[in-house]
């Protein structure tokens, strides 16, 4: 990591260097130093057969930076580079935190070129970008603070109406062959590609702003295969556990437990639409509502257990349904309280005709911190990335946000019930208790039935120690309120291991250094 940093101090230089001797280039930079401790206990439920120790550390240590660079020639053209240290936990030795402090941790960010076409409004922006599809109340469902390699396209037609295309490429070359008992031998990096092609019309009046946007993409057969063998497949996209359909990854594709049949299909299809309306025109008031579909086509089918019997049923793996937010506040002087709620279609029981919940990418829920990502720094106590879509749930809540009393402090509340639209039936599939009550390893979250809620409290402050230096505390609790009936009844299994409920807590303070 030493000469990492090294290199990245000299590169800098270097620059700095050069700019000083040319009036062509301006060189800006910005970054954010985020640093967190807490404690935390962040599994909801089930107890193993050893009386349900788990591996996670009660107590974290952890830190992140990212800096930005900027080169700018002009309004009509500047690049930017972002690179990225962390998150990195204080003791790991992967992350270059053990003594010593040597590691690969320094990542590549965003890469990308911003230019305007001569005598035009159209403007381009091409490499890796971080993304973000249009959306309110609550955050986006589908693709929210995302890297991805893309092209954008936007042109302003005028005060109100604009335009915006863009090309997106997630996943490409991951694939290095796979031979399934004679039945498919594929070369290296054949039909793994997933392209996505996004449009979208912002319209913006006097207090309402609405953006209509629509997104298609194509899948190859192979391009949920990344480093596969004859022993299975796994799931392309890293951060969502692969299992199906409890804990399943954006397009309901089976892990090597549940190999996938073999499909005649080269590309299948996938489809996304949203329409957020953001409604200001009755100040003091603040309305914004969400609405998304999404679609992705079956690549096969594959074989899924029940109560233990492998392969039990074959089951599809299409993925579509809905999800529904709404959010209404009121601005007073002192805070600004509010309620939200969300609905998101459910699984019916029946896994011939797939999932119906809706199929995600990138979620970025933002109604609460702890199932959600409504965080000061959200790389603290272990408690970051959970259940960041809504898919399968339906909620409500209340919050009363930026409640301010004393200066450069402020304090935000909030408390949410959050329930299932999943058939019970459902849970003769689980697997083990671990692979899908972990929310961290799981962007769907706990998996919920129509029998089972939890209930979630934030406390969230934060004091401006300098205009630059913001210190935070954040205390959150779930009462766990899954149906015991439900579970002992469908998931116990030969082994013993039964249902035993746990609450979740986190207590974490932070301190973040942006410039």
């Known amino acids: 990591m030493k000469k990492r940093l090294t290199v990245l101090a000299l590169a800098a230089a270097m620059l700095l260097g050069w700019s000083a001797n040319t009036s062509a280039v301006e060189i800006k930079t910005k970054g954010a130093w985020q640093f967190g401790y807490g404690v935390n206990n962040r599994y909801l439920s089930m107890k193993n057969s050893q009386g349900g120790k788990n591996s996670s550390d009660t107590f974290n240590g952890r830190q992140r930076i990212r800096q930005q660079?900027?080169?700018?020639?002009s309004e009509s053209l500047s690049g930017s580079f972002w690179f990225e240290i962390g998150h990195a936990n204080y003791g790991q030795n992967s992350a270059g935190m053990a003594l010593g402090g040597d590691g690969t941790t320094v990542k590549v960010r965003n890469a990308?070129?911003?230019w305007v076409v001569p005598n035009t409004d159209l403007r381009f922006r091409m490499g890796l970008q971080n993304t973000w599809l249009p959306s309110a109340a609550g955050g986006g469902m589908v693709m929210d603070n995302a890297d991805v390699a893309a092209v954008t396209a936007n042109y302003r037609f005028n005060e109100n109406v604009g335009l915006t295309a863009m090309w997106m490429r997630p996943s490409n070359d991951n694939f290095t062959g796979w031979l399934n008992n004679g039945q498919d031998n594929y070369q290296a990096n054949y039909l793994d590609n997933i392209d996505l092609f996004f449009l979208s019309l912002p319209l913006e009046f006097d207090g309402v702003k609405l953006t209509p946007w629509a997104m298609y993409g194509m899948q190859g057969k192979n391009s949920w295969r990344n480093d596969d063998n004859a022993a299975g497949v796994t799931s392309w996209w890293k951060d969502i556990n692969a299992f199906y359909p409890l804990g399943t990854d954006p397009f309901?594709?089976?892990n090597s437990a549940f190999a996938r049949e073999h499909t005649g299909k080269t590309y299948g299809g996938m489809?996304?639409?949203?329409?957020?309306?953001?409604?200001?025109a009755l100040d003091p008031w603040n309305i914004e509502v969400d609405m998304n579909y999404g679609w992705v086509e079956a690549m096969g089918r594959y074989g899924i257990s029940k109560r233990g019997v492998?392969?039990?049923e074959r089951a599809s793996t299409e993925r579509q349904g809905f999800i529904l937010k709404a959010l209404v506040e009121y601005k007073l002087d002192w805070g600004t309280p509010g309620i939200f709620g969300w609905y998101g279609s459910g699984d019916d029981g029946n896994l011939k005709n797939g999932s119906e919940r809706m199929p995600t990418l990138s979620p970025f829920a933002m109604f609460t911190s702890m199932l959600g990502d409504a965080t000061f720094y959200d790389g603290t106590a272990g408690t970051w990335d959970m259940a960041l879509s809504y898919?399968?749930?339906?909620?409500?809540g209340f919050h009363l946000k930026n409640m301010s009393f004393l200066e450069d402090l402020t304090h935000t509340f909030r408390v949410a019930y959050r329930g299932g639209t999943n058939s019970p039936s459902m849970v003769k599939y689980a697997s083990t208790p671990l692979d899908w009550t972990n929310p961290q390893s799981n962007i769907d979250g706990p998996y919920l039935t129509t029998n089972d809620g939890l209930l979630e409290f934030n406390l969230q402050t934060k004091y401006k120690i300098y205009e630059n230096l913001t210190a935070g505390l954040e205390l959150g609790y779930i009462v766990n309120m899954m149906d015991r009936d439900t579970w002992n009844r469908s998931w116990t299994r030969a082994s013993g291991v039964a249902f035993s409920k746990q609450d979740a807590w986190k207590a974490n303070v932070a301190l973040v250094y942006s410039f």
Do not use: E
Request: hydrophobic share 55%.
């Open 252 to 254: 309901g594709h089976s």
């Open 310 to 312: 492998a392969n039990a």
């Open 391 to 396: 898919a399968g749930t339906w909620g409500i």
């Open 112 to 114: 990308y070129l911003d």
């Open 271 to 280: 489809f996304w639409a949203g329409l957020p309306i953001k409604i200001t």
């Open 69 to 73: 660079i900027d080169f700018i020639v």
